[in-house]
């Protein structure tokens, strides 16, 4: 497994997601519109609430 190190002023207040690109490209798909900057903020607030909420599955 890889090792990165990101600098902070990069994560600042926890809003640091990090998802493959794939992935970011089928969220992309099925939006079916134009994906703004603040759509992806918005989904990765609410996937951060879901976190804390238990709500999401753990990667193996």
Not at 1 to 29: C, H, N, Q, R, S
């Amino acid at each position: 497994m890889a090792t990165i190190t990101i600098p902070k002023k990069f994560a600042g207040k926890d809003d640091l997601v990090v998802i493959p690109k794939k992935e970011l490209d089928e969220l992309i798909a099925r939006a079916g519109l134009p994906v703004t900057e603040k759509d992806v903020l918005r989904w990765s607030r609410e996937a951060k609430k879901l976190r804390h909420a238990g709500m999401l599955a753990k990667l193996a």
